[in-house]
């Protein structure tokens, strides 16, 4: 098993930004992908979650309405879109697959690093 992300990104305040994780070595659409950051100096924060099997989705409040987790099952892939980016918005982003009935993960992508600056 394996999820692969995409590489670091650079992106002025105000912009877009978008990370892919690619998934492979199991059934793609029998996990949940979540989603989680870690800006500078903190902890891991939850984004939120992604079901592949139907495209269901499920956003940390703090993010609903900035984020978008869409999935593409012809390349295992899902990716979590940031509009508006502002610098608190640095940080790594990781995705992780969830252990069905629990709030662990087995599996998790290497990281991307998401810088906002002018």
């Known amino acids: 098993v394996q999820l692969v992300q995409s590489g670091a990104e650079l992106r002025n305040p105000g912009a877009s930004g978008k990370v892919s994780c690619k998934a492979s070595?199991?059934?793609?659409?029998?996990?949940?992908i979540d989603w989680m950051r870690q800006a500078p100096g903190q902890g891991l924060e939850w984004m939120g979650r992604?079901?592949?099997?139907?495209?269901?989705?499920r956003y940390a409040q703090e993010f609903q309405g900035r984020v978008t987790f869409t999935a593409d099952t012809s390349t295992s892939t899902v990716y979590v879109e940031l509009n508006s980016l502002r610098s608190e918005d640095t940080g790594v982003y990781y995705c992780a697959r969830k252990v069905p009935g629990s709030w662990s993960y087995d599996y998790w992508g290497q990281g991307t690093q998401v810088t906002v600056s002018s």
């Open positions: 992604i079901d592949p099997a139907y495209g269901g989705t």
């Open positions: 070595g199991y059934t793609f659409t029998s996990y949940y």
